[in-house]
Every structure is written in C-alpha cells, then in structure tokens.
C-alpha cells in the first residue's frame, strides 16, 4: 500500500530524462537524469528537456535576485563587493576580506552573522582556517557574503538586523516580492536554506527567464539598475562568485558578459547579454555532470564551442589518467 502510494506521487523525478552520460573506458558507467530548458533572446524555447516547468528549489542560484531586493532597499555596493553578495564563495582570504569589509561598512562585525558555521569550500584554505586553530564559521562559510549584504540592508534601510532571517521579516519579504517578479512565476512554497536564509521555490523556466533579464540588463547601456548593477558586478569579478577552480568562474571567465550561479543538489541557471538563458536541475543532486550540461545548454544559446570547451571539459580519470569523460547528451 505505501510502496503504491510512493509510486504515484508527482515530484521532480516524474518527467525527468538523461541530461549527461559519464563513459569510463568504452562503456556507458552512469547517467545523469534532470530537466533543462534553453531560452532565445525573446524568451521563447530553443531547447527543453524533461519538464522545464518543474517547480524546483533554486538554492544559491536565487543569490542574483536576492542582490536586485538588497539593492532596491538600500544597500549600495557594486563591484567586487556586490559579487560576494551573489556569491557561493570559496571562502579564500580574499573572500573572507571583502565580507568583512561589507560587515565594516554597515557598522556591524562578523558576531552579526547568523549563516551556519562551516568550513570553506576551497580545501587549501580549509586547511590553513583550521591550522590556525579556527573552526567552522559563519565567516567562512559559502553564504556569508549573501549574509553580510542582508545585514548592510537591514542597516541602510532601518530595519531588525536581529530578525533578519524571519520570513516575514520586511527584506525577506522584498525578496520574494522580486523573485516573483524577475521569474514571473508566483511563489508557492517555502522552506529554510541549507544557510538559513528563506528559500522560495520557482520553476526552471522562470529562473531562466530572470537570468536572461538580468544579464540583458547588464548590456544596456546606463548600467544603473539594480539588475545591471548585479550583472555587471558578477560577470566584471567572477573570482568574486566562486573562486579558485570553481566552475562558475571559469564559464564567467570565458565568456563576456555571462551571468551564471550555481546552486546546490544540482541546479544551475546562467543568463547571457543578449538575453538568452540556461537553467536546469541534476536530478540526483550531483556535480559532477554540470560543467558539460551548462558548456552544451551555452553552445545551443548561441556561445562559440570552442570558448567554452576548457570549462566545460570533466574527465573521467583512471589512476590519474583520463578514461573517459562525462558528456552531455546534447552536445
């Protein structure tokens, strides 16, 4: 009777499909399943795998939007500053500077932070952070700068920097006031982020849809809105949003202009200037596969192969040799 009733649920498996095969030798060893949608300039669809209107959880890629709210509520940064707001940093030394700065420049310290304490994701820097007898921290941990930017706007904007994580708190509530409108999809469900923070749902479809807005904003050419500002600020400091071997910063690297954020359990959405987008979701959750489905999803929106080939690449290795490697079924 439960295994029947587990069987008919709708969830994000039901329409999913095979986005990527991982080969090891000449043999087909894994496959992952997912949903994919690829976006023109018009916001029509050029490519669609799977359900493209899947509701999902955007995870860390929501940070762009979240930025657009912080911005039209206050907070005044741009540059590389702005980019860790949007960041999933490493939690490098240069990453952990600049969040203390942007805590500095609200008046405020790290104590101020209420992210969960980890670890940084860059394992050098994990290293050094615990030989010097450090251990995890909201300061290092992947969302701080996220954190630091809600807090500079709580301050700019006169609101409770104590409660700023409450959902009904008045910047988590400008927050989905933006979502819903960057993605044009209605937010229907809610939960708590791996970091704390509100996570809001949306759909593939439209996550794409407000990474294609941004990035076009950030094109034009005042530059003065908060969806250019984030823009700008992602695709002029990618170190910024990822770090050192961070897929994210090697595609904003190589290609001008691009808008792209990661999330976790693996979903990815990127926007390019002219307006076309990418977003898709790895059903199993992995990483491994989204470098080579986001290099093929940027070659269908129009991206030269070749200026993405290098960030794209995931080998397989056997004894440290590549036997293989993991290939989008698209490209």
């Not at 940064?77 to 700065?101: K, T």
């Not at 942007?102 to 394992?123: E, F, R």
Request: negative net charge.
């Amino acid at each position: 009777m439960v295994s029947a009733v587990l069987s008919a649920q709708v969830d994000v498996a039901t329409a999913a499909v095979p986005l990527a095969r991982v080969t090891r030798g000449d043999l087909v060893e894994s496959v992952h399943l997912g949903h994919l949608v690829v976006l023109a300039p018009d916001g029509s669809v050029r490519l669609a795998l799977g359900d493209p209107d899947v509701t999902i959880w955007p995870r860390s890629s929501l940070k762009p939007l979240q930025a657009v709210a912080m911005l039209r509520h206050g907070l005044d940064v741009d540059g590389a500053d702005l980019a860790l707001v949007c960041a999933s940093h490493s939690g490098e030394p240069g990453h952990l500077d600049v969040v203390r700065g942007l805590l500095a420049g609200a008046g405020l310290g790290v104590h101020a932070l209420q992210n969960t304490p980890d670890q940084p994701l860059d394992a050098d820097a994990a290293w050094t952070w615990r030989a010097d007898g450090h251990a995890a921290a909201s300061l290092t941990q992947n969302c701080s700068g996220k954190h630091a930017g809600m807090l500079a706007t709580c301050v700019a904007a006169g609101w409770s920097t104590g409660s700023y994580l409450d959902p009904g708190h008045p910047l988590q509530r400008a927050v989905l006031a933006v979502v819903a409108e960057l993605t044009g999809v209605p937010v229907e469900h809610a939960t708590v982020d791996g970091c704390g923070a509100p996570l809001l749902s949306t759909t593939l479809t439209g996550l794409a849809r407000a990474f294609g807005t941004l990035a076009a904003a950030g094109a034009a050419g005042d530059g003065v809105t908060p969806e250019a500002r984030v823009a700008r600020a992602m695709a002029g400091h990618p170190w910024h949003v990822g770090g050192t071997g961070r897929d994210a910063t090697a595609f904003m690297t190589a290609v001008p202009g691009l808008v792209a954020k990661d999330g976790a359990d693996g979903v990815y959405a990127a926007g390019l200037p002219d307006g076309g987008a990418v977003a898709f979701k790895v059903l199993d959750g992995s990483s491994r596969p989204r470098p080579a489905v986001l290099g093929a999803a940027l070659v269908v929106a129009g991206v030269d192969p070749g200026v993405v080939a290098d960030a794209a690449a995931t080998p397989v290795l056997g004894h440290g040799r590549p036997v293989g490697d993991v290939r989008a079924v698209f490209a």
